[in-house]
């Protein structure tokens, strides 16, 4: 008869101990142990060993056309995946519930069948009716794309049997299990458990994989570095909810650069693929407004315009209020810790609000300077001149700081029509088209961006 045992898994890390503590000793996180029923399966690994798969050979002679990437035809994520899907990789796709993520797999599935690959959808969430009523909205009904509602894990492996697909699509990952193991669907057992026999049989049948995750409050993916260690990609989508824009980046690839990123636009028909990112942002720009500066930052290797706003008030609050939406706070209070102690433009009684419009974030610190010439021009009120865009770090000592790719910065600001570029005086480029004007200090930047 099978052996029965408890045990503690940490939800973070997955580590396992015998006795509950507050803390998981392998990650340091607080009361994430969960208890956990395991039923031990009978000695050995189910099945057996294994044949061996292959012989040894000479590197050069392994075969990789047939693994050669797929492409699903949704143009932005083939960008992220620099290709398409690799068969027999399997990748996880991760985001907050409601963010699109089983929209992109449909509308990915459909591109893929399109393109005469045979593809299973299985919905663990959702009934079948409801996926079909979304790719009708989606316009999209390929023959080639097989849909089946289920959630136990055994059943799902026999469908990949009788079906032979290309391409397999677990929605989501967490709500599938096998009942052998008698912890709950979505534990951190279950979830390993079941991510192991899908990427084994991915890797067996050379075919592609895509999990979907759904990740917690803090960002992290349900069960989480257990399955990034597991699978091959791992995509991130997400956005602000209250904004059409979505933002898909590779935070793990075995197969290329994790650098590049993919931009879709929600609407009524699906994802679209936002090809000119930078004319979107600035699309609602009201020139001759006071706080209002563009910054050409990066992402991954796209450069993005946009534009950062402040807005200073008189506080009536013992503490005034400072708000950062799309930018880090930390930045924030540097930059005005800098202005007030090296240019002396003073904050301390004012209400600071800045943004990124958008609904995009920015964390690099190439928006610094924009973000310190937006407030000074909101203190003042004075707006500057509409053309304008600013990049450089700020250091504490007020001086400015080149940051990385100076040059495909201002070529993107010259495309979309701007004619001034204030940068740091240690810039390396000059830019066809536009004014670079260089300062060595933010005192400096200031002169320059208002004469
Ligand atoms: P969904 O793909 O179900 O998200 P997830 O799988 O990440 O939970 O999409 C959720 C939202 O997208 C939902 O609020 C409705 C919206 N949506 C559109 O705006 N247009 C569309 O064409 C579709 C299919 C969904
Ligand atoms: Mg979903």
């Known amino acids: ?104 797999l449909l509308q990915a599935l459909a591109g893929l069948a399109g393109t005469g690959r045979r593809c299973l959808y299985v919905t663990a969430e959702e009934s079948a009716q409801q996926v079909r009523m979304r790719a009708e909205r989606l316009g999209t009904l390929p023959p080639n794309l097989l849909l089946v509602a289920d959630t136990a894990l055994p059943h799902v492996l026999e469908h990949v049997e009788s079906v032979q697909p290309d391409v397999v699509a677990v929605d989501s990952i967490q709500a599938v299990y096998d009942p052998v193991l008698s912890s709950a669907p979505g534990s951190v057992a279950q979830v390993r458990h079941c991510a192991h026999h899908l990427v084994r049989a991915s890797k067996q049948r050379a075919m592609a994989s895509v999990l979907v995750g759904h990740v917690t409050k803090d960002g992290a993916l349900a069960g989480p570095r257990v399955l990034e260690h597991l699978v091959d990609t791992v995509l991130s989508f997400d956005g602000e909810r209250h904004h059409a824009l979505r933002l898909l980046r590779a935070t793990k690839h075995r197969f290329g650069s994790t650098d590049e990123l993919g931009l879709f636009e929600m609407g009524g028909g699906g994802l679209q693929g936002v090809p000119d990112p930078s004319a979107l942002f600035l699309a609602d720009r009201r020139p001759g407004t006071p706080g209002s500066v563009v910054a050409p930052v990066l992402d991954g290797h796209r450069p993005l315009l946009v534009e950062v706003q402040a807005l200073v008030t008189k506080s009536r609050l013992p503490t005034p209020r400072r708000s950062a939406q799309g930018l880090d706070s930390g930045r924030l209070a540097l930059v005005l810790a800098v202005l007030e102690k090296r240019v002396g433009a003073a904050f301390h009684d004012a209400d600071v609000h800045t943004v990124v419009a958008g609904g995009v974030k920015v964390v690099e610190p190439g928006a610094d300077l924009a973000l310190a010439l937006a407030l000074v021009s909101a203190g003042t009120g004075e707006p500057l001149r509409h053309d304008l865009v600013a990049c450089g770090e700020v250091g504490l000592g007020g001086e400015l700081r080149q940051v990385h790719q100076t040059a495909r910065r201002l070529a993107e600001a010259a495309r979309l029509g701007f004619r001034r570029a204030v940068v740091p005086a240690s810039a390396p480029a000059d830019a066809p088209g536009l004014e670079v004007l260089r300062a060595a200090t933010l005192a400096e930047a200031v002169l320059l961006a208002s004469s």
Do not use: F, H
Not at 29 to 34: G, H, K, M, Q, T
Not at 70 to 93: H, I
């Open 1 to 104: 008869m099978a052996r029965t045992r408890t045990v503690y898994r940490c939800g973070e890390c997955g580590a396992e101990v015998a006795k509950w503590a507050g803390r998981c000793a392998a990650c340091e996180a607080w009361n994430s142990l969960v208890e956990e029923v395991e039923q031990a399966l009978a000695p050995g690994i189910p099945g057996g060993v294994p044949t061996a798969a292959g012989v040894p050979m000479p590197i050069a002679e392994v075969d990789t056309d047939a693994w050669s990437p797929l492409p699903s035809l949704v143009g932005e994520l083939d960008r992220v995946l620099q290709g398409g899907l690799v068969p027999g990789s399997v990748t996880l796709l991760g985001g907050e519930p409601g963010i699109g993520k089983s929209t992109l």
